[in-house]
Every structure is written in C-alpha cells, then in structure tokens.
C-alpha cells in the first residue's frame, strides 16, 4: 500500500477503536442506570466493557486489513467474537428476565439463584471457553503472524522480572501507608497479627496457588483491556506527543474510559472522588505498565500484571471475593494520598532512560 493507503487504514482502525472501547462502552451506561435503578447486580456489563478495547483492534484489523495474509484471523475473531457474546448477555442481565429478577432459579433442591447471577454465572463460563480458543488461535497463529500484530511471547526472562517487580511494588501500594501509621501509633504488632490471621487462612494459599489456573481461563478479560491500551493506543499517543506525554495522556485516556464502571459499579457516594482517582491510578500505574512494555515488547507481561493487580486485591484484604471492589466509599482526602503513593511506587518510572527523547524509539502500530 501506499502511504496515502496506510494513512487512511490507520484511521479507519482507529475510528473503529473509539467506536467499540468508547462509543459502546458509554452507551452501555443507558442499561447500567436501568440496571442500577432496579438493584441488579450490573458485573456482567463490567465484564464486557473490559474486553471492548481489544475487540476495536480486531474490528479495524478484520474490517480493513482483508488483503494482508500476515494477520492471524482466528485470533482477531476470537477477541472480536467473545465481546459480542458478553455485551449481549450484559444486556440481557438488565432487559431479559424469564423469571424473574429476585431468586428464583431453582438448581438443587431449595437452593435458588437470581438471574443476574445466572448470567454472570454464564458470562465468566464464556470467558473460560473464549480464553481457551484464544490460547488455540495464539499457537495457531505462528510465529510470524504473531509478531506482526504484538502478541509474540518477547524477552520472557526480562518480563518475569517486571512482573516480580511489579507484585513487591503493588504489596508495597497496598500495605506500606497501614504498616507505616501502625508503626507511628505503636500498634504495628496488632497489623502484622492481623495479616498473619489471612495468611493462615486456608483460602489464602487456596488463592494463590490458583492464580495461574485463573489466569489461563481468563486471560482474554485482561487482553481485552491491554492489547487495545499498551499495544494499540500507547504507541500512536507516544508517536504524536511524545514517549513521556504519551504514556500520561494515555492514561488519562484510561482513566475516562473507566467512567461508565466508576459512576455505576464501584461506588455510590462519592462518583467525583472515584473518577479522579481512577484518573490518578491509570496514570501512574500506566506508566509502569508503559514501561515494562517498553522494555520487553511483550504485551503478555501487561496482560499478567493487570491480572494480578485486579486479583490480588481480595487476597491482601482477606475478603477473597471480588465484591470489595463495589460500592467503595473514597474520601477526598484520600486523593492526596493515592497520588502521592502512586507516583513514588509507579509514577517515578517515568524518569527512566526508556521514556527519554534523545533516544528515538520505532514506534509500530
């Protein structure tokens, strides 16, 4: 193709983009306001929103790269594929109700289940079958194919160790602030017990020894936001504004894409305050994931560390359920110190060498 051609190709797919990761997203939050106003659990919509960036990058590599044989098909249609299935049963979850909103699915004798728990129920089953078809379509897809739309396993040694990185620097995220305050109010043997009590927990070894298992049969969740945030977008924000602006304006990005869950899933009473510390968070924790990207040119090393920061929330926190993240209450003060925090664990990275100017990067898209 010409350059003209290309051009032209590049903002078709990135029309087709904005299309699915926005445009669909937020009018996905005309169901979540009725689902809300109803009571009904909205996870299900939650789960496809997350799978709705990825499925923009293979509608643009579908729709309008048909000529190049080097696109793996199989695995675009995979991503593309599974999102239509989990808007559609988000949709369903909100507007379909056979039965019945409350319980009354009876499965074993007098045990019933709401239907939108039958429906989340279903969605993470299709999660689990279109992760296994995206692991088949990834190994089909060869070698080269891979390596021309980002999915090559590249410098795994290196991608282990940000990922071990990342795991010390989120422990750090989450429990340096309640271990320090404890050591200023001389109550720090009282937070170590505390946390030895979770660790003795059967559930907690239970959790962690499942982590690989889970992130093989859901793999395609966290792909979904990865592939269409690191892979797709970082580099074409990098290439117009540069590596550092890039990455902050990228997560900025990230972080209004995030509206639709902040203002109807993870929080009630206090939106504002939630929305800016989305804002905050995607910032700095994308610069670290911009970084290990950078680094290793492995989208599968920001495919696990997103796994892991979403899943090990309930481990550290003892709840082991992923319902400590709705319904949160977010100070304003606590703004101040996510965004403090944030930048010394996460946001520092951006003074790294692999984010200066002097050393031009080829940035591929």
């Not at 109700?97 to 009876?106: L, N, R, S």
């Not at 703004?335 to 984010?355: A, M, P, S």
Request: charged share 15%; proline share 4%; hydrophobic share 50%.
């Amino acid at each position: 193709m010409t350059t003209e051609e290309n051009k032209s190709v590049d903002k078709k797919r990135l029309f087709a983009f904005i299309a699915i990761a926005y445009g669909v997203s937020f009018l996905m939050m005309i169901p979540m306001y009725i689902g809300k106003t109803k009571g009904l659990d909205l996870t299900q919509i939650v789960n496809a929103q997350m799978c709705s960036p990825a499925a923009g990058v293979a509608l643009g590599y579908l729709l309008f790269m048909k000529g190049e044989r080097k696109v793996p098909r199989f695995f675009m249609s995979v991503l593309l594929i599974n999102y239509i299935v989990q808007l559609l049963l988000g949709i369903a979850s909100v507007f379909y109700m056979p039965f019945g909103a409350e319980d009354v699915i009876t499965l074993a004798g007098d045990v019933t289940y709401p239907m939108t728990q039958i429906y989340n129920t279903m969605g993470e089953s299709f999660l689990m079958l279109f992760s296994v078809l995206l692991w088949i379509s990834y190994f089909v897809a060869g070698r080269e194919r891979r390596k021309f739309v980002g999915i090559s396993n590249r410098r795994p040694v290196r991608g282990i160790f940000l990922v071990a990185v990342f795991v010390v620097l989120y422990v750090i995220r989450m429990l340096g602030p309640e271990f320090l305050e404890a050591a200023l109010m001389k109550t720090l043997p009282q937070t170590i017990g505390s946390y030895l009590e979770i660790a003795k927990n059967p559930l907690f070894f239970l959790s962690i020894i499942s982590l690989p298992v889970n992130y093989l049969l859901v793999a395609i969740a966290f792909l979904g936001e990865e592939y269409g945030w690191r892979y797709y977008l970082q580099p074409i924000m990098q290439k117009k504004f540069g590596l550092k602006l890039g990455v902050i304006l990228l997560g900025v990005v990230w972080g209004l894409w995030h509206i639709p869950v902040d203002t109807m899933f993870y929080t009630e009473d206090s939106v504002p305050q939630m929305i800016i510390g989305q804002i905050i968070t995607c910032v700095f924790i994308g610069i670290f994931f911009g970084f290990a990207y950078l680094k290793t040119e492995n989208i599968w090393v920001c495919v696990i560390m997103h796994f892991l920061n979403n899943n090990l929330i309930p481990i550290l926190t003892g709840t082991f359920t992923a319902d400590v993240l709705t319904n949160q209450h977010v100070p304003w003060f606590y703004l101040i110190e996510i965004f403090v925090l944030d930048f010394v664990v996460f946001g520092v990275f951006i003074f790294n060498k692999v984010y200066r100017r002097k050393k031009e990067r080829k940035v591929v898209v």
